[in-house]
């Protein structure tokens, strides 16, 4: 992830806000920030400056470069921002307005700790979906590469629904997300050479098919549908 966009959580965090929140503070369309943190892309420099303009008692040093302290130096009798807002509660997911919970946009560093059932919603400043027909889906998580190409493209979102590994029953051919020892893939399941393994196919015939022990594999999440935005 841009280092930038690590300190922008920060930021968040402290302001005890969500970054869907801070997209609003700072005039941004909803997804400007929440998706680059997913993809790990740059943002626009005009974001930044309007988080300059919008959040003065944070030092534009450290927004920029990560160098000082996070917060300008203030009289020490006079609270700042942050030691005047009263305590936040936090969900474990947050509620929309029909009363439904919706589903966390996990970013892809974290989906290894979404797969295991270890990464909570509010261990992340995470974005939450209502999609009917994603009423099984744990978490989704934004594709990142174009390995599975022309199925899915870098930026879809996919839902994912965890598989029990004492119990997992693999459809074949069926797309997965596997928490493995090579670490997290999205790949297309198909029977391997023998019942310890499993082969890995790539929807881009550029990657080539390779098997991996069953052994190797620590949970699974059966991807269920997926959002295309244009």
């Given at each position: 992830m841009c280092k930038i966009l690590s300190r922008i959580q920060e930021l968040s965090k402290h302001e005890g806000i969500t970054i869907g929140a801070l997209e609003?503070?700072?005039?941004?369309?909803?997804?400007?920030?929440?998706?680059?943190?997913?993809?790990?892309?740059?943002i626009q420099a005009k974001w930044i400056e309007s988080l300059v303009e919008n959040y003065p008692e944070y030092s534009a040093e450290w927004l920029l470069t990560g160098n000082g302290d996070m917060l300008?130096?203030?009289?020490e009798s006079e609270p700042t921002i942050a030691e005047q807002r009263p305590a936040v509660a936090i969900y474990p997911t947050k509620h929309v307005d029909d009363g439904q919970q919706g589903i966390p946009l996990i970013p892809f560093s974290a989906m290894a700790g979404a797969l295991r059932g270890e990464i909570q919603a509010f261990d992340y400043e995470c974005e939450h979906y209502?999609?009917?027909e994603f009423k099984t889906a744990n978490f989704l998580i934004t594709i990142n590469g174009d390995s599975m190409l022309p199925t899915y493209k870098s930026g879809d979102i996919v839902a994912c629904q965890r598989e029990a590994m004492t119990s997992v029953f693999f459809q074949w051919n069926r797309p997965y997300v596997l928490d493995t020892a090579q670490g997290a893939?999205?790949?297309?399941?198909?029977p391997g050479s023998d019942k310890e393994h499993i082969l890995i196919v790539?929807?881009?015939?550029?990657?080539?098919?390779?098997?991996?022990?069953?052994s190797e594999i620590y949970s699974v999440a059966l991807v269920i549908g997926f959002i295309r935005l244009e």
């Open positions: 609003k503070k700072i005039g941004a369309s909803k997804g400007v920030l929440s998706r680059a943190i997913a993809k790990g892309t740059d300008k130096a203030t009289d209502i999609v009917p893939i999205l790949k297309r399941i198909k790539s929807d881009n015939p550029a990657y080539d098919p390779f098997e991996l022990p069953l």
